[in-house]
């Protein structure tokens, strides 16, 4: 039987995020070597990593269309751990099961639940390309996002709202390989870099289930916003813990410090932010 943790479980909840990064990456060997499965590639330029506020979501997206346009090198991006969380059937409940998980709007719940997510807005902006075919936009791929609420708790697990299941759901690349999802800014829980999950699937139809995925990894935070989006009423749990943690003791990101994982930034607290990464697969 599978191992399942309340989120308030802090050392549970971090022994079930680590243990399966090594066979995960194990895993991408073999995808790499053949198996038939799709490999998880993230796209990036020499500035991927850094933040802007100059930016607009539409000259984010523009950019990044001519990233892959300009045929952007491909680095294989390493998967991670989907954690004990996901709300998909891997681990206890699953929402990919409801129809109306498929939507761009992800701070309500869904389904009997009524609740909503407070927090900065954050629009999550995945571009999808396919490595196969020289890493030209991928249309009709699906995408499952969920994330921690603003003090760090996940929908679904943890104590107070497990009726709720927002900050959950799935969307379609569009033909130019673009879908996009609006949340808030996920908190900071102790002993983890703030981060999204994320899960692809070939296509809507087999988003129905953890186990068909065919990538599985995270996006990362710069901590310069995050420090900026935990000053902010309602931050103050993920605040002090963000002092408490570095990419480096990630246990997660800090082989790599998630260099291929590491979202652009742009916004502000009163606009909201906009959060972009480019993965191949």
Known sequence: MERQCNSDDVECALALDLTPIMLQRRN???LIAGSGLIALVGCSSDDSASSSTDSTPADAAADAAA???AGTSCEVTPPETGGPFPGDGTNGPNLLTEGSVVRQDIRTSI???SGTAAGITLTVNLTLVDSDAGCVPLPGAA???WHATADGRYSMYSNGITDENYLRGVQESS????????????GCYQGRWPHI???VYADLASATNGGNAIATSQLAFPRETCEVVYGAA???TSRSNLERVSLESDNVFGDDGAVHQMA?????????WVADLTVTV
């Open 28 to 30: 991408l060997l073999r």
């Open 67 to 69: 990233d892959v346009s």
């Open 111 to 113: 389904g009997s639940a």
């Open 143 to 145: 995408v499952h996002v």
């Open 175 to 186: 033909d130019n390989g673009m879908l996009s999802f609006t949340t808030i800014h996920p």
């Open 197 to 199: 999950h994320f899960e």
């Open 234 to 236: 309602g931050y103050e």
């Open 264 to 272: 652009t930034m742009s916004g502000d607290n009163a606009s909201g």
